[in-house]
């Protein structure tokens, strides 16, 4: 069983910056595909970014494609988003997912971490 604890969501100003870490532990982390969506309040959750268990593929949202980076750290059993150029829209409660390489359903999720972008 995965455990994903997230971290470093905050209150920023529009046009700012934040890096999110979601840290695994209780499974393999290096066969495991990761990703992050986010929900803001009334709306549905959203897709934000993804990453292969190897590291080497990676899908993006339309709404923060060329914004956002996905990325992971092996050795320390850790999924990162490093959000630049943040909007007001970008607000919202982001989860870390994670499954294994050769499922199709993301079937652990963290807690999630909360993102305010004031304008």
């Known amino acids: 069983q995965v455990q994903l604890v997230e971290s470093g969501g905050g209150l920023v100003l529009a046009g700012g910056s934040l890096r999110l870490s979601c840290a695994a532990s209780?499974?393999?982390?290096?066969?495991?595909?990761m990703s992050w969506f986010r929900q803001a309040p009334g709306k549905e959750r959203e897709f934000v970014a993804s990453i292969s268990w190897s590291g080497g593929t990676t899908n993006y949202g339309d709404t923060v494609k060329g914004r956002h980076t996905i990325s992971r750290d092996n050795a320390k059993n850790t999924v990162y988003l490093q959000m630049n150029s943040l909007k007001p829209e970008d607000t919202a409660v982001y989860y870390c997912?994670?499954?294994?390489?050769?499922?199709?359903?993301?079937?652990?999720w963290g807690q999630g971490t909360q993102v305010t972008v004031s304008s």
């Open positions: 209780g499974g393999t982390f290096s066969i495991y595909d």
């Open positions: 997912a994670a499954k294994s390489r050769w499922n199709s359903n993301w079937n652990y």
